[in-house]
C-alpha cells in the first residue's frame, strides 16, 4: 500500500486534481489483498524490509491466444529511496517463471507521468497500448445550433441500434485490429442502461442520430473508482459526421449534468493506436496511466524443455 500510494502522489505532482487517496484506500486494498490471494508475484527484501515487487494476474487469452500475465497499476512498484533499476530484476527473476509456464504475453499498468519507470519498461520491449485519461469537470463553450443532445432512457435505444453495432465494428479496423464480438446493439445497450448510475446521450439533427456518449461510475483503475469520478466508456460519431464538433457538444453536454449532480472529475480510457479516439481525449483529458504489453516469440519454450 505505502508503495503504491507513494507512487500514485508522485503522479498527482504531475496531475494535481487526481482525487484525493482517502477517497479509494478501502478499494486500494481490497485489490491489492485479492492479487496476492488469486494473482501471482515477488517482493525484493533488503534489510527485512519490503523495497519492491511485482505481481500480476494469469490471463488465459491476453491479447490474443496465447496465455499471459497482467500486472495492474497496484501490482508492482520499488520504493522511492531505491533504483528504478530494481524493476529489471523483478522482471527478469519474474518473467522466468512466466515464459516457462507459457504466459508469453505481459503487460503492466503503470503512471503516466513517471519518465524513469515508463523508460525502464520501454527498454525492456513494452510498447503502449491502453491509456487511462481524467479532466476536471469543468463546462465546454461549444455550439452547433442544428445539433441537438438529449439524455436517453431504455425506449429510446432502438434508436441508436445503427450506431452502437458500427462502433463495435468500428474496432476491427485498422490499425486497431481488437476482434470484438458481434452483440445485438439494442439489447446490449438497454442492459447497459439498466445497470446503476449508468447514463447516456444521442446527438440528433432533425430526428436523426449522429452521434452517443456515455459514462457509468467504474472503469479500469482504483482510481475510476473513486467517488468524485464519472468514467465516459464509450462515444462514436458517425465518420462523416466527425470533426465537426459533435463528440464536443456530447462531453459539453455530459460535464453539465456532472456539475449539477457534484461529481468533480472525469475519467476514460482507450486504447493508444485508435487515431481519432486518442486525438479527441488527448484535447481534453490528461493521461494519468500507460499499459504497455510485450510479447514474447512462443518459440523459445521449445529450447526450453
Ligand atoms: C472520438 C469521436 C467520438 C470524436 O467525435 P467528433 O465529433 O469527431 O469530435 P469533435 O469534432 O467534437 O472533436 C474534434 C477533435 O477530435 C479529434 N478528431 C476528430 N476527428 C478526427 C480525425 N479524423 N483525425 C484526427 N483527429 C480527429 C481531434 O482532436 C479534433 O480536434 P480538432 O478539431 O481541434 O483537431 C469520433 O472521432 C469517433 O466516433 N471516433 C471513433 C470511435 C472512438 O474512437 N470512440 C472513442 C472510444 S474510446
Given at each position: 500500500m505505502d508503495i503504491v500510494l507513494s507512487l500514485y502522489n508522485k503522479e498527482k505532482e504531475a496531475v494535481?486534481?487526481?482525487?484525493?487517496?482517502r477517497g479509494f484506500l478501502n478499494n486500494l486494498k481490497e485489490s491489492i489483498k485479492k492479487l496476492f490471494k488469486y494473482g501471482k508475484g515477488i517482493v525484493a527484501i533488503y534489510n527485512n524490509k519490503l523495497i519492491g515487487f511485482i505481481a500480476g494476474y494469469e490471463i488465459?487469452?491476453?491479447?490474443?491466444?496465447c496465455k499471459g500475465i497482467y500486472t495492474p497499476l497496484y501490482g508492482h512498484g520499488v520504493r522511492?529511496?531505491?533504483?528504478?533499476?530494481?524493476y529489471q530484476k523483478l522482471y527478469k527473476h519474474m518473467s522466468e517463471k512466466w515464459v516457462k509456464n507459457n504466459f508469453m504475453t505481459h503487460a503492466i499498468t503503470f503512471f503516466a507521468h513517471d519518465k524513469e519507470t515508463i523508460d525502464i519498461w520501454f527498454w525492456m520491449g513494452f510498447g503502449l497500448r491502453c491509456v487511462d485519461s481524467i479532466r476536471r469537470v469543468e463546462s465546454i463553450d461549444f455550439y452547433n445550433p442544428s445539433i441537438s443532445i438529449k439524455k436517453l432512457k431504455a425506449n429510446d435505444i432502438p434508436l441508436l441500434a445503427d450506431l452502437h453495432r458500427n462502433h463495435n465494428e468500428y474496432?476491427?479496423?485498422?490499425?486497431?485490429f481488437m476482434p470484438t464480438e458481434d452483440e445485438d446493439p439494442i439489447e446490449d445497450l438497454i442492459k447497459w442502461l439498466s445497470e446503476d448510475n449508468h447514463h447516456l446521450w444521442a446527438a440528433f439533427n432533425k430526428e436523426k442520430p449522429l452521434g452517443y456518449m456515455r459514462i457509468e461510475?467504474?472503469?479500469?483503475?482504483?482510481?475510476?473508482?473513486?467517488?468524485?469520478v464519472m468514467n465516459i466508456t464509450g462515444g462514436f460519431v458517425e465518420p462523416n459526421k466527425r470533426k465537426s464538433g459533435i463528440g464536443t457538444l456530447l462531453l459539453g453536454e455530459i460535464q453539465q449534468w456532472l456539475k449539477k449532480n457534484d461529481y468533480s472529475l472525469c475519467g476514460v480510457d482507450f486504447e493508444s493506436f485508435n487515431i481519432v479516439g486518442s486525438s479527441f481525449w488527448n484535447k481534453y483529458f490528461t493521461p494519468y496511466t500507460y499499459s504497455v504489453v510485450r510479447r514474447i516469440d512462443e518459440r523459445i519454450s521449445d529450447l526450453y524443455r
Open positions: 494535481s486534481f487526481l482525487p484525493h487517496e488465459d487469452e491476453c491479447f490474443g491466444k522511492s529511496e531505491y533504483p528504478k533499476s530494481l474496432y476491427r479496423n485498422s490499425p486497431i461510475p467504474s472503469a479500469e483503475t482504483f482510481i475510476s473508482k473513486h467517488q468524485d
